[in-house]
């Protein structure tokens, strides 16, 4: 059983940045692949990016291509989301979760852990 906890949501100006970390339990998560998702009110939740085990791969959502930036520490069991320039648009509540597979993907069905996730709200 692995647990997620979110941290670092909150209100921020457009504009501005934010920087979301996910904290994992067990011996394992370094084995694991990592994402991050969101879901704004009435929408279903949407891939935003993800990080291989090692690190040494990642993948974002083209909405978020040069302003959010996922990173991960193994030696912490952490991941990180930074997102910069965020937009009103971005406003949601995010969530980590974890795919014991490995592999870097962006369909939520295929991850196995999630967390409670964290808001992060955008004023204009």
């Known amino acids: 059983q692995v647990q997620l906890v979110e941290s670092g949501g909150g209100l921020v100006q457009a504009g501005g940045s934010v920087r979301l970390s996910c904290a994992a339990s067990?011996?394992?998560?370094?084995?694991?692949?990592m994402g991050w998702f969101r879901q704004a009110p009435g929408k279903e939740r949407e891939f935003v990016a993800a990080i291989s085990s090692s690190g040494g791969y990642t993948s974002y959502a083209d909405f978020v291509k040069g302003r959010f930036t996922i990173s991960r520490d193994n030696a912490k069991n952490t991941v990180h989301l930074r997102m910069n320039s965020l937009k009103p648009e971005d406003t949601a509540v995010y969530y980590c979760?974890?795919?014991?597979?490995?592999?870097?993907?962006?369909?939520?069905?295929?991850?196995?852990?999630w967390g409670q996730g964290t808001q992060v709200t955008v004023s204009s």
């Open positions: 979760a974890a795919d014991i597979s490995g592999f870097v993907r962006a369909t939520a069905y295929e991850y196995d852990y």
């Open positions: 067990g011996r394992t998560f370094s084995s694991y692949a």
